[in-house]
């Protein structure tokens, strides 16, 4: 059974960082595209990064470049998204999403706010 669990959101001051975790189980992350999206509340879910197979090349969105790194580590079959410099603005519930081959999955979410 194909499943994702983000964990490391939490609240955090403007310029800190936090490090979100996507846990996947039933599949094997580092053969398919793993992405992380935000949706900030009266506004629509939006991409943030993603890591592609089997390069592990990477793409970021314009507002996080430069701040937020995602990463892997295939031993443990988990996506990470270091986030640094944060902004009231990134404030958000946080998915990860599994491009597989026949659907995508996402994870619950994880919120992260961002506030002195």
């Known amino acids: 059974q194909v499943q994702l669990v983000e964990s490391g959101g939490g609240l955090v001051q403007p310029g800190g960082s936090l490090r979100l975790s996507c846990a996947a189980s039933?599949?094997?992350?580092?053969?398919?595209?793993v992405s992380w999206y935000r949706q900030a509340p009266g506004k629509e879910r939006e991409w943030v990064a993603r890591?592609?197979?089997?390069?592990?090349?990477?793409n970021y969105a314009d507002a996080v470049k430069g701040r937020f790194t995602i990463s892997r580590d295939n031993a443990k079959n988990t996506v990470y998204l270091q986030m640094n410099s944060l902004k009231p603005e990134d404030t958000a519930v946080y998915y990860c999403?599994?491009?597989?081959?026949?659907?995508?999955?996402w994870g619950q979410g994880t919120q992260v706010t961002v506030s002195s």
């Open positions: 890591i592609i197979t089997p390069a592990g090349s990477t």
């Open positions: 039933g599949f094997t992350a580092s053969r398919y595209t």
């Open positions: 999403k599994a491009d597989l081959t026949v659907r995508d999955y």
